[in-house]
């Protein structure tokens, strides 16, 4: 069965419900042809891994190191036992969800994931205690390959 015929076959359909809880017929019929690649393609996302790894700290309250990192599924699922950041910290994670768009982009698109981002930083959003907050801390994103 070719790519395209794929959605219309009736096990598949069935399956996108049972792994999308409340998809419906329409709800597949309508999959852009983004998101259809994207489903097609997720063995591949599943291949890579995001990683935000500490390269700055000033004045965390969660008292991170340089190296503590979140990893997250190239889906955008946090992998607890693989971060090393003390805390799950809504305002950092937050500032991840682009990256996540960004992997999926790359991976999906067979650019080469072991390049870094151009823009491969990013900063929780607390502003630090002169601007009347706890501390900030800066990650580098980058994209990490399973074999």
């Known amino acids: 069965m070719k790519d395209k015929d794929i959605f219309q076959d009736q096990e598949f359909r069935q399956s996108l419900k049972e792994k999308f809880k409340g998809w419906t017929d ?4 309508n999959l852009t042809p983004a998101q259809r690649n994207l489903i097609l393609n997720l063995d591949k996302l599943h291949k890579h891994k995001l990683v ?3 390269v700055e700290v000033k004045g ?3 008292r991170p190191r340089i190296g503590d990192k ?4 190239a ?9 090393t ?3 799950i910290c809504a305002a950092a994670i937050s500032q991840m969800i682009s990256w996540v768009w960004m992997t999926h982009d790359r991976v999906l698109s067979g650019v080469d994931t072991t390049q870094p981002f151009f823009l491969d930083r990013v900063r929780c959003l607390d502003m630090g ?3 009347g907050g706890w501390g900030n801390v800066v990650f580098k994103m980058y994209i990490q390959k399973e074999d």
């Open 52 to 54: 935000a790894e500490v």
């Open 75 to 83: 889906t955008g699922r946090l992998i607890p036992e693989e971060t």
């Open 129 to 131: 205690p002169e601007r």
């Open 60 to 62: 965390c309250a969660y």
């Open 26 to 29: 329409g709800d597949i019929d």
């Open 70 to 73: 979140y990893v997250f599924t």
């Open 85 to 87: 950041f003390p805390k």
